[in-house]
């Protein structure tokens, strides 16, 4: 079936101005009652931002929710995009794929497929919805949250002063603030929407839930690529905005540095969008080189987790190298690392003093990650140290 995504963005606008208008005519204001938090027993989690980044910076906050209810039935609802990385994890009972495509297709849409996927979730009987939201909010993922029919339903009602024009659909809104001087981390912003909650500290690091078998198949599969060389260096060069691509000709100067002084077997890790930023490193090259391209994320996050060092631009790698476990160094230009770098002591991040990625050393980058080759005791023998 071909799918127009311009067309289909623009019913989509249309239905949800339409839904908005409907529920706003006939949504009667309630007063809103005290909640036990303890009692929550069925909850789910609407995270269907398409960012790898923004959802791998919720596990913090899913982690916190299995530790507070260690007996509920807990679920995630995501996007196609961020349905693979999620599967497995140890926090959640379930997943849920919510693919937009299944109930719009160009200029149609499917009306019963969308009741069909409101019953199953509303089947589900769940007590307790939760939206974080720490950039922008999303009306679908309100409406979606109010189709639920759960009793209890908290997601933002305005973030930075700027209204949620669909928050009247949430029994609890929170009024989320960061001002600009006080910067808060990513994960610490999507926990701050659960504040009712009374939820545990929050343990900051990123994680993704590796099978058995897929560690053993990562391991294996990173020998094979490299020649059983160790240690094992992967580099992410590319990234979706060109302003957070360190230079390709100081990324070679890099990985020719490090490739020299460790003997190290040098992996670059290219997705469907870096092929130009790949190409452009490689023809630079004088030391071997392997290449990882195309592959599914979860394979992608296999191989990282029996590597020894990610080098990466501020982009979805850095955060699925730093879930599955392998010691990160990310390089930012003008986005700050306070908010998105990852957290953990075995992680670093360089942050141009400018603004410009591009005025960051090759030099300063090599001696930051000469640091942590050898406090993580490279070569190793094919598991992090990390987790």
Request: net charge positive; proline share 6%; with cysteine.
């Amino acid at each position: 079936m071909s799918r127009d995504v311009p067309s289909l963005r623009r019913v989509e606008r249309f239905l949800k101005t339409l839904v908005l208008s409907v529920l706003r005519g006939i949504f009667r204001l309630r007063r809103v009652s005290p909640f036990d938090p303890a009692r929550f027993s069925r909850i789910l989690v609407i995270r269907q931002h398409n960012q790898l980044g923004d959802m791998l910076c919720v596990t913090p906050l899913l982690r916190a929710l299995r530790a507070r209810y260690p007996g509920a039935f807990l679920a995630l609802l995501t996007s196609p995009v961020n349905h693979e990385v999620m599967l497995h994890h140890a926090a959640l009972d379930t997943v849920i794929n919510f693919d937009k495509r299944d109930f719009l297709s160009g200029k149609t849409f499917h009306l019963v497929a969308l009741w069909r996927f409101v019953r199953s979730l509303r089947a589900r009987s769940f007590d307790l919805v939760l939206v974080p939201a720490t950039v922008s909010t999303s009306t679908t993922s309100d409406v979606l949250a109010y189709l639920t029919g759960a009793r209890t339903r908290i997601g933002a009602g305005s973030i930075n002063g700027k209204p949620n024009p669909s928050a009247f659909l949430y029994t609890h809104e929170r009024h989320l603030s960061w001002p600009d001087g006080q910067p808060r981390h990513q994960t610490e912003r999507n926990m701050d929407v659960a504040d009712l909650l009374m939820l545990p500290p929050l343990d900051r690091s990123l994680d993704l839930t590796l099978t058995p078998e897929e560690r053993s198949t990562g391991l294996t599969r990173l020998r094979e690529l490299t020649d059983n060389v160790r240690p094992v260096i992967a580099y992410h060069v590319g990234a979706g905005k060109p302003p957070n691509r360190w230079p390709a000709d100081k990324f070679a100067m890099l990985i020719n540095l490090l490739g020299k002084e460790f003997e190290a077997a040098a992996l670059l890790i290219s997705g469907p969008m870096d092929e130009g930023p790949v190409s452009d490193v490689m023809g630079r090259l004088s030391v071997r080189h392997y290449l990882l391209e195309k592959q599914e994320i979860r394979i992608v996050a296999s191989c990282l987790a029996s590597a020894d060092l990610l080098v990466s631009n501020d982009t979805g790698i850095m955060h699925v190298g730093a879930a599955s476990g392998v010691p990160v160094l990310s390089l930012f230009g003008p986005t700050d690392p306070r908010q998105w770098a990852p957290c953990g002591t075995c992680h670093r991040y360089i942050q141009s003093r400018s603004g410009d990625i591009s005025s960051i050393a090759v030099e300063e980058v090599a001696e930051k990650a000469r640091g942590m080759l050898r406090s993580a005791g490279a070569p190793q023998t094919g598991s992090s140290t990390c987790l």
